[in-house]
């Protein structure tokens, strides 16, 4: 009896040790946006901020990645929007006039920046509180997307 009782207090301090251990965030990005999983469970901005707050530097990176997704939107919708009623506006007349459209798709141009560097900052937070939560772990090698210009353009940058 006494062996039963051993074991069952010896498997049930293993489980708990493993609970204990923080999990790590896994991140998937797809069309419809970005999909964080931690422990099986699905996890969104607000939970993911929360989730990491034992990771100060990777803490800030998600707040700025979250804010700058949130001014993405807003800027991709505005943009959109401007050039959807340039092309719907000047579908009915003789002499089109496409300014509202031009300035629309430049404003989704600098939308298109905030959401690269969204995605940078997520991703880089994210490996950030895994390799705090995780000491075994080893960086993966994780490429940036930049757009940069300089007075003979617009182009991209691949860092990595």
């Known amino acids: 009896m006494k062996k039963i009782v051993l074991l069952s207090l010896i ?8 609970k ?3 999990q790590e965030i896994e991140m998937k990005v797809n069309f419809w946006g970005y999909r964080f999983m931690k422990d099986g469970d699905r996890l969104n901005w607000k939970e993911l901020e929360e989730a990491t707050t034992a990771v100060e530097n990777a ?8 804010n700058q997704r949130t001014t993405s939107i807003i800027m991709s919708v505005i943009g959109g929007g401007l050039v959807g009623w340039s092309i719907g506006k000047n579908g ?3 002499d089109p006039d496409y300014t509202l459209g031009y300035v629309g ?7 298109l920046g905030f959401s690269i560097s969204t995605f940078n900052k997520v991703n880089k937070g994210v490996d950030m509180y895994n390799l705090a939560v995780n000491k075994t772990a080893q960086y993966q090698f994780q490429p940036e997307l930049q757009v940069v210009s300089n007075k003979q353009g617009l182009g991209l ?4």
């Open 11 to 18: 498997a049930l301090f293993i489980t708990t040790t493993n």
């Open 20 to 22: 204990a251990q923080e």
């Open 59 to 66: 803490n800030l990176l998600i707040k700025k990645a979250r």
């Open 92 to 94: 009915t007349k003789d």
């Open 105 to 111: 798709g430049a404003i989704s141009a600098v939308s």
């Open 157 to 160: 940058a691949l860092r990595f």
